[in-house]
Nanobody, 123 residues
């Protein structure tokens, strides 16, 4: 079992930055693929970014590419999502997720989920 604890959400002005953290426990972080998803009210859950830790490979949705960066600190078993140049369209609940195996942009392939953290971007 893997437990994920998210933090870092909040209110930020458009153009600002925010860093989300996801602390994993219960299993070595290096064995997992980690992903970030988000869901706005009335919208479907969508993929944001993922990292294959052992291969140091990262993947991004087109909507955030160049603005968001996913990274990890294996010593802390923590994954980060650095969000820059935030837009009101980025407003959503952001979820950290984990799975064993290759990275994926499909939420259904992830086995473990955090509680979500609210990100609100004001215009």
């Amino acid at each position: 079992q893997v437990q994920l604890v998210e933090s870092g959400g909040g209110l930020v002005e458009a153009g600002g930055s925010l860093r989300l953290s996801c602390a994993a426990s219960g299993r070595t972080f290096s064995s997992l693929t980690m992903g970030w998803f988000r869901q706005a009210p009335g919208k479907e859950r969508e993929f944001v970014a993922a990292i294959k830790w052992s291969a140091a490979r990262t993947y991004y949705a087109d909507s955030v590419k160049g603005r968001f960066t996913i990274s990890g600190d294996n010593a802390k078993n923590t994954v980060y999502l650095q969000m820059n140049t935030l837009k009101p369209e980025d407003t959503a609940v952001y979820y950290c997720a984990a799975r064993r195996g290759p990275s994926s942009g499909q939420a259904g392939r992830y086995d473990y989920w955090g509680q979500g953290t609210q990100v609100t971007v004001s215009s």
